[in-house]
Each structure stands twice: as C-alpha cells, then as structure tokens.
Nanobody, 119 residues
C-alpha cells in the first residue's frame, strides 16, 4: 500500500520559515519524481516545486528564491524548505509521487498539511 505522509505545517507570521517533510512508503522512492503542490481556499491546486529522480528541480515563479525542494532517497523523504513566507503562501500543501511507465502514469498523493501565514 502506497503512503505519502506530510508533516511540518503550521501557523506562523510573515517572513517566517517552515520545513515540510513527506515520508513515502510502499514505493521504490528513488525512481519516482516527487513534487509539492498547494491548494488555497477557493483556488485550484497548483504546483509549487518538483524534483526528478535525477535531482533536477523546478519551481513556480511565485516561490523561486524562497523555497527549496530536496530529497533523501535513503530516508524515502522529500522536503520543502520555505523561507520568507507570505500570507499568499497560505494553503494546504500536498506531496506527490509520479512515475511514468509504459502507457500510463503512476500518481500518488498525500493527505496534505496546512500552512497558514498570518500576522
């Protein structure tokens, strides 16, 4: 059974930092591309950052220079370091694991962790 378990969310003031973690089980973590997505109230889910199995990273323009995605294959964990947080970063953050195989894509999601940035 595949499980992605996020942790590290919370409530903090603008300018603060948080580190989200996503622990994966039930998959061969090292061959998956991993990502962080977020969904704010009343908005669609959007990609925040992704990291391939080869450690290539991509970021949404809104978080470039503030957020850093990384992975530890030995611990089956992906991280999102978030600095200089803004109120507009408030959302539920979801971990995603994706693997393209012949004719289909394996796509797994965590349950989400709430991040609230407010003064």
């Amino acid at each position: 059974q595949v499980q992605l378990v996020e942790s590290g969310g919370g409530l903090l003031h603008p300018g603060g930092s948080l580190r989200l973690s996503c622990a994966a089980s039930g998959i061969v973590f090292s061959i998956y591309d991993m990502g962080w997505y977020r969904q704010a109230p009343g908005k669609q889910r959007e990609v925040v950052a992704t990291i391939t199995r080869g450690n290539a990273t991509k970021y949404a323009d809104s978080v470039k220079g503030r957020f850093t995605i990384s992975r530890d294959n030995a611990k089956n964990t992906v991280f999102l370091q978030m600095n200089s947080l803004k109120p507009e970063d408030t959302a539920v953050y979801y971990c995603n694991a994706k693997l393209s195989v012949t004719m289909r894509t394996l796509d797994h999601w965590g349950q989400g962790t709430q991040v609230t940035v407010s003064s």
